[in-house]
């Protein structure tokens, strides 16, 4: 059974850093892309960051670009998503997600087929 925990959210002050986790487990081959998305409430489901596993391909929404890192260690089957600088837009409710289909756009999320509980991220003084 497949499963996608996220873990690492919470609150944290303009500038600071939080790292997220996502634990993925039961994929009989290797997923194709894994990534976060971002849901703000009234807003659509945006890909911040994702990675394509055959060629470490990544994506990154022009809004974190050089703020936010994914990495990938293969030994633990985990991604991790490095925010730093984080600012009050960052706010929302990140969700790791993975996907075996062969994706033309990573950061389409709509293709995504396995998800996570989501784990929210709230920047404020």
């Known amino acids: 059974q497949v499963q996608v925990v996220e873990s690492g959210g919470g609150l944290v002050q303009p500038g600071g850093s939080l790292r997220l986790s996502c634990a993925a487990s039961?994929?009989?081959?290797?997923?194709?892309?894994i990534g976060w998305f971002r849901q703000v409430p009234g807003k659509e489901r945006e890909g911040v960051s994702c990675v394509r596993s055959s060629d470490a391909s990544t994506y990154y929404a022009d809004s974190v670009k050089g703020r936010f890192t994914i990495s990938r260690d293969n030994t633990k089957n985990t991604v991790y998503l490095q925010m730093n600088s984080l600012k009050p837009e960052d706010t929302g409710v990140y969700y790791c997600?993975?996907?075996?289909?062969?994706?033309?756009?990573?950061?389409?999320?709509?293709?995504?087929?396995?998800w996570g509980q989501g784990t929210q991220v709230t920047v404020s003084s």
């Open positions: 997600a993975a996907t075996t289909n062969a994706v033309e756009a990573l950061w389409a999320w709509w293709d995504y087929d396995y």
């Open positions: 039961g994929f009989t081959t290797d997923y194709y892309a």
